[in-house]
């Protein structure tokens, strides 16, 4: 007889059955009565947002028309209005985890496409999230390479924009490459794998003029440095009582080698062609390859650049041609390792 009225404003009634068109249409009507997010009613959104997920997800394999109704209302801007309230990290968590949840499940090419449509999607991705907070961080960049398992050569065009040269998925995530956080870091790898992998000419070229030089770069100096921690571990580990700790620094390393050999065997000649050349020149020569060489041998310009000990070196070297699958990198490195160590016309009379 009577309908429930609630506290948060306005007559809802709540349908019984979660999985339908009409519980869609109750929560779009939670939202918009809820547009200003509160202390006392941010657990209805946290569960509001939950509940249209669950729904969504459900709609994509039975019911079209839930799609259509949350195109028609334009849902998702409610989700960057939330989100520019700095609603805190409760609510932000829950969001990004509701997105994550979402975008991982849609199976329905065209439902991806109504949930990419009007570009909110990228309006999130470059929000100021507050990531020094550890759960804001790790579903934000989950939510990253959610997004990047569903790029192909249809859906790219939702997240890199030719016109403006703009491709912010990318860009975002590479910042986060020498996160503290391990998965950070993992996710980062796997997302720019993903990326590279769409054979989009202009995408590509994209990365190759805007971000390689400088994405490779920084990579080849983290993984620079990490070698050096390494180095310093074991030369200062005489009664072998870090060995826990340089195991996993040597199943770091192993990780970034097999990282950028994953690279490389995509066989993208732009990117390969500046890989290899920060690689050969930034790492593997001065730090490894000097690192076997007398001291005296040394021009001025290299005194004081840093070394690793021999065995640390060798040891390096002998894992890139392990994992490296990757001909023109695997020659180079070793016609300059045998330029190097051999005596001088040893290599002409080999």
């Known amino acids: 007889m009577f309908r429930s009225r609630s506290w948060f404003g306005g007559s809802l009634w709540k349908t019984k059955n979660p999985h339908s068109l009409d519980h869609l249409k109750y929560l779009h009507n939670v939202l918009s009565k809820n547009q200003t997010v509160s202390e006392s009613n941010r657990s209805l959104l946290v569960e509001t947002l939950r509940s249209i997920a669950e729904i969504l997800i459900w ?32 609510v932000c968590v829950q969001l990004l985890q509701t997105l994550n949840i979402l ?21 999130i991705i470059v929000h ?27 859906t790219i065009h939702f997240f890199y924009n030719d016109h403006t040269n703009d491709f912010p998925l990318y860009t ?12 950070v870091r993992i996710a980062v790898r ?8 769409v054979q989009d000419h202009s995408m590509l070229r994209f990365i190759r003029n805007k971000t390689a030089a400088p994405y490779f770069s ?33 199943a770091e390393h192993l990780d970034h080698l ?6 490389l065997c995509l066989n993208i000649d732009e990117l390969n062609d500046v890989l290899i050349d920060h690689l050969l020149n930034k790492l593997f020569i001065p730090l490894y390859i000097f690192s076997l060489l007398p001291v ?49 016309g040893r290599m002409d009379h080999s």
């Open 128 to 154: 100021k999230f507050d990531f020094s907070d550890e759960e804001v961080m790790a579903y934000y960049i989950s939510f990253l390479k959610t997004l990047s398992l569903k790029l192909n050569c249809h």
């Open 296 to 344: 005296h041998q040394f021009g001025p310009l290299q005194e004081g650049k840093p070394r690793v000990s021999s065995v640390v070196s060798l040891f390096l070297l002998s894992q890139i041609f392990l994992i490296t699958r990757q001909e023109a990198l695997v020659n180079d490195l070793a016609h300059v390792i045998l330029k190097a160590l051999l005596p001088t």
């Open 103 to 123: 975008f991982e499940n849609i199976r329905n090419e065209t439902s991806l496409y109504y949930l990419l449509s009007n570009n909110h999607v990228n309006s």
């Open 258 to 263: 097999h990282y950028l050999n994953d690279i």
């Open 59 to 90: 709609g994509d394999q039975n019911d079209s028309s839930v799609f259509d109704f949350f195109l028609e209302k334009n849902m998702l801007s409610f989700f960057l209005n939330i989100l520019k309230q700095k609603c805190g990290s409760y």
């Open 218 to 250: 920084n990579l080849v100096w983290f993984i620079g440095n990490h070698v050096l921690e390494l180095d310093a571990c074991v030369r200062n580990d005489a009664d072998h009582s870090s060995q826990s700790r340089l195991a996993d620094l040597v």
């Open 190 to 197: 796997t997302l720019t794998l993903n990326v590279d992998r």
């Open 172 to 183: 975002e995530a590479i910042k986060f490459f020498k996160h503290p956080e391990s998965m």
